[in-house]
């Protein structure tokens, strides 16, 4: 991607700028609200019950911060108030533990056996990327992005069982051509991995607006192919 292409990503005349965005909700009191939005049993949401929900006794300085919030992050109906996409995103972001979470996951064993040397499998969990590898020889499985809200209330198997639904998803959204990060354009390449006598077809999904990359084999990005699996 060119500078001007990447410039004209986060300069849009019509657009909040990305660093007012985040000053916005970069504020206890905001993010609260949007938490009390999301805790509501139903919405939207009245101004004086939101206000309770929050625990502000200062009505004047509670409408400040909620005005902040309305029309970006917030909707302002006749019967109350409401998340607008961009809000429910914030909490989604939280919840998913990317922004505030660390985890630690000691390995653990999974089913298959390695391509390579025939050992058993395990998976690993750093960085918020599970990967799937072989402890025996090195040789790598599996590497994507898992956040940690995905490890909670999860036992092993159960995780696992997300992560693979995850990719399965993942890549069949890479495959139609539209990226699962930012919903820009994927193009798809096709090549070997390496010049080895055993070299392994893979196929990579490259998205032209957030360079986000997936790759995998050529067997795995052919398991929801209709024809291939009936």
């Known amino acids: 991607m060119s500078d001007a292409e990447h410039a004209s990503l986060f300069d849009c005349e019509e657009c909040l700028q990305p660093a007012e965005a985040f000053s916005v ?3 206890e009191t905001r993010l609260a609200i949007l938490e009390a939005l999301w805790a ?3 919405r939207p949401v009245t101004f004086s019950e939101l206000r309770n929900r929050v625990g ?3 009505s004047a300085q ?3 911060h909620l005005q902040k919030l309305t029309g970006q992050f917030v909707a302002k109906t006749d019967d109350g108030y409401d998340f607008r996409s961009p809000g429910r995103a914030v909490i989604q ?3 998913s533990g990317s922004l505030n979470q660390d985890p630690e996951l000691e390995p653990f064993a999974v089913e298959g056996d390695c391509i390579d040397c025939g050992a058993g499998l395990e998976a690993l969990y750093e960085d918020e990327r599970l990967r799937i590898v072989c402890p025996d020889c090195g040789r790598g499985h599996a590497d994507w992005d898992f956040p940690p809200g995905g490890l909670e209330d999860r036992s092993a198997e159960e995780v696992m069982d997300a992560f693979n639904q995850r990719v399965r998803h993942l890549l069949c959204l890479s495959a139609d051509g539209v990226c699962p990060d930012c919903n820009g354009r994927m193009e ?4 070997y991995a390496d010049s080895d006598a055993e070299a392994t077809v893979d196929v990579t999904h490259w998205c032209r607006r957030c360079e986000n ?3 995998t084999t050529i067997g795995i990005s052919l398991l929801d192919d209709a ?3 009936s």
């Open 213 to 215: 990359e997936t790759s």
């Open 56 to 58: 502000m006794a200062d």
């Open 188 to 191: 798809t390449t096709v090549g």
């Open 40 to 42: 509501a049993p139903e």
């Open 62 to 64: 509670f409408n400040y």
């Open 93 to 95: 972001a939280v919840l």
């Open 25 to 27: 909700i970069g504020n």
């Open 227 to 229: 024809e291939v699996v």
